[in-house]
C-alpha cells in the first residue's frame, strides 16, 4: 500500500474530528432545505462554547480589589457577525452588546437590547449619536472633538462615559512603525481625563482595544500598564477596564501558514495577567472583553458548489459560485479549513478554489486538494463566522443565503438575494 502524500506545512488547521462531522451534518441539513449556494450556515453552539471556554480561564478569577470584587463581562461584537438571529440569541441570555455605528445600534435597539445593556465605541460618534439620546448608555469618548460636543449630552442621560486610550502596543498593521487612528495618546488622555473630571463627569470605564488575532497574551499586560499610568498622572480610577478583543481563534493561518495562536498557550495564562494588572486600578470592578473573531469565527462556514473545473499548467481550478470577492475577503490574508461534500480522498494535486466573478483576485484558496472534486460537490469554507458577512459584497450577484442553528434547530434565516431587490434599489 503506498503511503499517503504528507500534507505541505501549514495545512494541518487541527480541528477536532467532532467538529467536522457537526458542520458536515449542518451543512447537509441546509442544503437541503435551502437549495442554493453560496450559503453561510451559522451556529449558535460554537459560541456558547467559546464564552463558556473563558468563563473557564476565569474560575478563579474573582479577586478581592480594594473593597471590590473583581469580574469578568462579555459584550458581544455586534460588527464582527451582524446577524440577526445572533443578536436575538445573545439578548434572550442575558448579555451586552457592543457597537460601533449607528446601525448597529439601532440593530440592538430593534433587537430589544435596553441601553444600559449596550457600549457604544467607535470613532466620530458625534456625528450620529445625538440622533439617538438615550438614558444610561455606555459610551468611550474617542477623540477630543468628540468628547467636547457628547460630554453635555452624557451628563444630561447619565451615561456611563470613559475614554478609549491608544497605547503603543497598537499600530497600524500595514504600516507597524504608525499607530491607528483610534483613542487617545496616553499623554492627551491625561488632561481629557482631567477634563472630564473637571466638569463634573465622573470617569468610569477606561478602554483600548490593540487590533485583531493578538500575537501573544504579554501584549495585553504591557498595554494595561500604560493605560494604569494614563490614569494615575491624571488622578482617575475607574471602575471598569476595557481591554477590547483581539484574541486570535484557533483554527486559522496566516498566508505563509502560521498559526494566529502560535504565541497563545493556555488561556488561564491571559487570565493570570489580567489578574495581576487588575491590582493596578484601585477601585476595578470589572474588566470588560469585547471579543469578535475568538468567539464568533468558529461559528459560521460558508458552502460554495464547484460549477467548472479546468486543467491547466502546474494547477487544477474550481470555479465555484462562491468565493473570496463576494463571501470571504479574509482569505487575502488568512487560510481556512476546507471540505468536500462528498468527501473526497485520493491523490491531491495543487489547486486553485476560485470564485465566480469576472477577478483574478477571485481566489478562496490555493493548496493541494484531491484530484477527485468534481463540478456539482459542494466546499465547506471553515471559520466563516467573523468578518465574512459584514465584508459580503454583491459583486455581479446579489448575497448569499444564511441559514441559522441554535436549540429551536436549524431555519434559513436570509434568503438568497434575487434580482428586483438587487437592481431594485435604484431609483
Not at 443578536?87 to 441570555?93: A, D, F, K, P
Not at 501584549?219 to 490614569?231: F, H, Q
Not at 488561564?268 to 471579543?291: D, M, V, Y
Amino acid at each position: 500500500m503506498s503511503a499517503r502524500p504528507r500534507q505541505p506545512a501549514g495545512l494541518d488547521f487541527g480541528h477536532p474530528p467532532e467538529t467536522l462531522r457537526f458542520w458536515k451534518r449542518l451543512v447537509r441539513e441546509a442544503l437541503r432545505i435551502s437549495g442554493s449556494t453560496p450559503l453561510y450556515v451559522c451556529s449558535a453552539q460554537p459560541v456558547a462554547e467559546r464564552i463558556a471556554e473563558l468563563d473557564l480561564a476565569f474560575e478563579e478569577f474573582k479577586l478581592p480589589i480594594g473593597n471590590c470584587q473583581s469580574s469578568i463581562r462579555h459584550w458581544l461584537s455586534c460588527k464582527t457577525q451582524p446577524a440577526r438571529p445572533l443578536l436575538r440569541w445573545w439578548r434572550e441570555r442575558g448579555c451586552d452588546i457592543e457597537v460601533v455605528s449607528e446601525y448597529e445600534l439601532r440593530a440592538a435597539l430593534t433587537e430589544r437590547f435596553t441601553p444600559g445593556r449596550i457600549l457604544v465605541n467607535g470613532p466620530a460618534k458625534h456625528h450620529w449619536l445625538p440622533q439617538l439620546p438615550l438614558l444610561g448608555l455606555s459610551v468611550n469618548f474617542d477623540s477630543a472633538n468628540e468628547l467636547n460636543e457628547l460630554m453635555p449630552l452624557a451628563k444630561k442621560l447619565k451615561w456611563r462615559v470613559g475614554v478609549r486610550i491608544c497605547t503603543g502596543q497598537e499600530f497600524d498593521p500595514e504600516n507597524p512603525k504608525l499607530p491607528t487612528q483610534f483613542g487617545f495618546t496616553p499623554e492627551e488622555a491625561k488632561s481629557r481625563l482631567q477634563k472630564l473630571k473637571r466638569a463634573g463627569v465622573a470617569v468610569e470605564i477606561v478602554h483600548f482595544h490593540l487590533r485583531t488575532n493578538v500575537a501573544s497574551p504579554a501584549i495585553y499586560e504591557r498595554a494595561i500598564r500604560e493605560v494604569a499610568d494614563a490614569c494615575q498622572a491624571a488622578g482617575v480610577s475607574p471602575k471598569f477596564l476595557d481591554v477590547g478583543g483581539g484574541l486570535p481563534p484557533r483554527y486559522t493561518r496566516s498566508r505563509s501558514g502560521d498559526g494566529f495562536n502560535a504565541g497563545w498557550g493556555d488561556l488561564r495564562e491571559f487570565a493570570a495577567i489580567l489578574g495581576r494588572s487588575a491590582k493596578l486600578f484601585p477601585n476595578l470592578q470589572e474588566i470588560w472583553l469585547e471579543n469578535g473573531r475568538f468567539v464568533s469565527a468558529g461559528s459560521g462556514v460558508l458552502v460554495t458548489k464547484v460549477l467548472d473545473v479546468k486543467e491547466r499548467r502546474d494547477v487544477r481550478q474550481l470555479i465555484c459560485d462562491g468565493g473570496r470577492t463576494m463571501n470571504a475577503l479574509v482569505s487575502n490574508w488568512e487560510q481556512h479549513e476546507l471540505l468536500t461534500l462528498p468527501e473526497r480522498k485520493g491523490a491531491r494535486v495543487r489547486t486553485a478554489v476560485c470564485g465566480p466573478t469576472c477577478m483574478a483576485f477571485d481566489q478562496l484558496a490555493l493548496r493541494p486538494l484531491p484530484r477527485a472534486i468534481r463540478v456539482g460537490d459542494h466546499l465547506i469554507w471553515m471559520e466563516a463566522g467573523a468578518y465574512h458577512i459584514p465584508w459580503e459584497t454583491r459583486f455581479s450577484h446579489g448575497h448569499a443565503a444564511v441559514a441559522w442553528h441554535d436549540e429551536r434547530g436549524l431555519r434559513i434565516a436570509r434568503e438568497r438575494q434575487d434580482f428586483e431587490d438587487w437592481w431594485g434599489s435604484w431609483a
